[in-house]
């Protein structure tokens, strides 16, 4: 663990990242939506969805990084105008995802934070690229990535002048096949007895099965996370991608009911 | 998930394991003590440092499997005796590892639930020792087991002819080096929608980290974890295995109190 | 790499390893039969026809460490009585597998190796008990070991007064899914600088693939192994164990031919 | 393996990808040269001693993926200068890795063979844009990456346009600390049984030890690789990056003879 500066927790009082009413790293944060913006009523039902159950961010793909090249690639810039619209009526904060360093810029005109995906957390020109902006960027763990370099990565972004980093655990890869990753939520109090930065997990990805999203996002709230993104949908069968992993807007909202009781609970702790 | 005959959740109510006092799969049950028995003054004073804590039985190990030949193998009958007369003294009922088929049999005379270690998971003749007999059988999963594997693994106990066994998360081997192991939280409520056993954590193998085990305690807790086992030494530095990961009893007294707190949290949630 | 006090190659010579003709460690030797012993015509087919195209030694499976305790669990003392026929008849060493520490000795009456299996690596009280005796020991790394952990178990048996033992590269478990298991090649070169024992490779559970296996001895060959064990069946499709992965006896006899002749390549290189 | 349409070998002839007098699956090719260029006198001195060792084409870092963004970021276009003087006085093509979508058109003016290295194996953008070129592209497996996601990245440099791929494992990421990665040489007959592109070997990365290189490198030429790349320094003390795994140029001529005579021996096998 040499090397780390600027996102060590040495010295340093604890990060909150904020964007518009957003606060990560003060109280608990819960980011919910599609896994693909897929049309404008897909996106709005499911925004006014995740609002009435009490969510604090939206998220929606434009760009999608698929395994192959024929799957289903993302809406782009329609999909941006879609939630900035979405932005416009329910007053959630816009998380999503780049994928190119050349699309940093324009997008965060449309965007309150800029993820970056597993794929791309070893991505350094578009560490770099978000690094310039002042946008808060969500950077996900590489599923093959050490605790070391995800903070590496992140300081790649802190030391190119961009301050408002959010660290998402979300699974990593291992020979367990019932789950799609394994979730690592020890990756939780351990990197923030490393930095300063906050720290959110992604049940969905981490565990890939619908049934295990709510035991993980107890879980990650009792672990010390700061919050939560989680994919919902309104029709997971007809979702153009991650089918099998998208909670129903009732579920979202009952767990984020039971989410909030837990670090209450968690908070209160003697 | 072939085969799964007595395992399987399917059409059967959950099992609760009894062991004197203590029981499994009926409220939150923590197993503390020192990794090793190693000498009669040192057992004795965590064990009645974990009964004040709160502990509902008391861990020691008597037949330690090291990686190298030439490491501290345990004290063998000494040690069972010392933990015989722990027993007397707390009233804690006794968890202690088998290695070897041949010692199932007298060891069940001293000690109330027989633990098969990880590296013993698919230890066939093991398994068939410990399932002719009634001993509650603590079984963990392999560093490298998929859910499936533990899962018939246990089947080869409960076909055997014992219905009482316990499973136990602690951690999979994984690229990470930060942390011992990598704990996989989502074991236990995957664990839980297949069969009917109880399934407790052990944080201390599953991170290796004292500064982390009360996180993933309160995260099991969380979870839906059945229970807890956990390394605590009263002076850990002069332990003979395991130094780097045993609580301090009083570390350990205050996370009892606040993994009970979050657990009765949890199962008052609506 | 502490504490390796016999498995050390610091100021010894290599070892080799004699099973009656079988000379591990001196040439290149070919173990190969099927998976488990099944009937006796099926055994004697195929110990003639490996016989025929070459190898060295026989192996056959009498007590089978199965994932489930439904699945065919070999055939025991009938399957030593078998392989003890087909050493009769072709001359050919035989090498088992033991699961138990209570087996070992009277099975070291039937058979010239005795094999302790992947799964078994960790299991002290077997190393321990096949150290005791004289018989040739083939120690297979674990799935999940590293090189340490295996140098660390072939010490036990070292230090139990039996220094022969012949290390055997199976596949390790990672997150890939085409191959059954991982073939760590280079656990061989690896090995052999930190050891004298002789070093063998598994390519049939290494990489499960029958397609796979030939050019897998062939650069097992080409990284200085001392050898390979092969599963070879007459009617793989209905073996009772590892269907998908043993050659045909033609197979196996061309693959013998090309390894002994990449072989002699590299022992010819200046 | 779904929707591999252009790099699945069904129907079609195995690709020889060319670049100058490289010739890619077409006999066996060695690639060579530093991990960083990082001066002409450093880089004119190893590109004669490669050549003069029979290498077929130069391979020299100018942007270089760095976990740290305090470690050396390459020379860039001071590099490429340096790399095509070389290729003038040597007449070796060059081969470079690029990091960024936005460097692809230029730095293809430069070199021979562009480099996506494997942080960057999902770098969708990155991929799409060298496959818009025609400059061939060496593609390196992710050290996370299955057999599926890699030949899927390759797909989306074919259906980009560019059908001039090559394929190269460099080891995986597993829990074996002895060896950086864990060189996957299975994948070689793996990936030319589902694709006609060339797939060659990186045993530089794959072991991290310049001691198994070339017994690795034997190996892969016996499972039937289409050559090597590999890092040779005749300073490996004093490299700015991966000085523990560089071979001295008289190691990498030795090694360069044998490697070539075991390929002669293994493509003459009946």
Redesign the interface.
């Given at each position: 663990m040499e090397?780390l500066?600027l996102t060590s927790l040495a010295g340093r009082p604890r990060t909150v990242v904020a964007a518009g009413p957003l606060r990560l790293g003060a109280g608990f944060a819960v980011i919910a939506g599609p896994c693909s913006v897929e049309s404008e009523s897909q996106l709005m039902t499911i925004a006014r969805a995740v609002k009435d159950a009490g969510a604090d961010a939206l998220r929606g793909g434009a760009f999608k990084?698929?395994?192959?090249?024929?799957?289903f690639q993302g809406l782009g810039l329609r999909a941006l105008k879609i939630l900035e619209k979405a932005r416009r009526e329910t007053g959630l904060p816009i998380v999503t995802e780049v994928?190119?360093?050349?699309d940093v810029s324009w997008v965060s005109e449309f965007v309150d934070v800029l993820q970056v995906g597993a794929?791309?957390m070893?991505?350094?020109?578009?560490l770099k690229e978000v690094g310039k902006g002042s946008r808060p960027v969500l950077l996900k763990r590489?599923?093959?990535s050490?605790?070391?370099?995800w903070l590496?990565s992140a300081?790649?972004i802190l030391?190119?002048g961009n301050p408002n980093v959010i660290l998402c655990e979300r699974g990593?890869?291992?020979?367990?096949?019932?789950?799609r990753n394994?979730?690592?939520?020890?990756?939780?109090?351990?990197a923030k007895?490393l930095t300063h930065l906050p720290v959110i997990v992604d049940p969905t990805h981490?565990?890939g099965?619908v049934?295990?999203i709510e035991?993980?996002s107890?879980?990650?709230?009792?672990?010390?996370a700061d919050g939560l993104i989680v994919e919902v949908h309104h029709n997971p069968k007809e979702a153009l991608s991650d089918k099998a992993q998208a909670l129903l807007p009732a579920a979202f909202e009952a767990m984020v009911?039971?989410v909030r009781?837990?670090r209450a609970?968690?908070e209160s702790?003697?």
């Open positions: 090397e500066k990084p698929r395994t192959s090249p024929y799957a994928l190119d360093p050349r794929r791309n070893q991505n350094f020109s578009l590489g599923m093959h050490t605790l070391e370099e590496n300081e790649y030391s190119a990593i890869r291992t020979f367990e096949v019932y789950t394994t979730l690592d939520l020890s990756a939780v109090p351990a007895e981490g565990t099965r049934s295990l035991s993980m107890l879980a990650a709230a009792a672990a010390g009911r039971r009781a837990v609970c968690v702790l003697p």
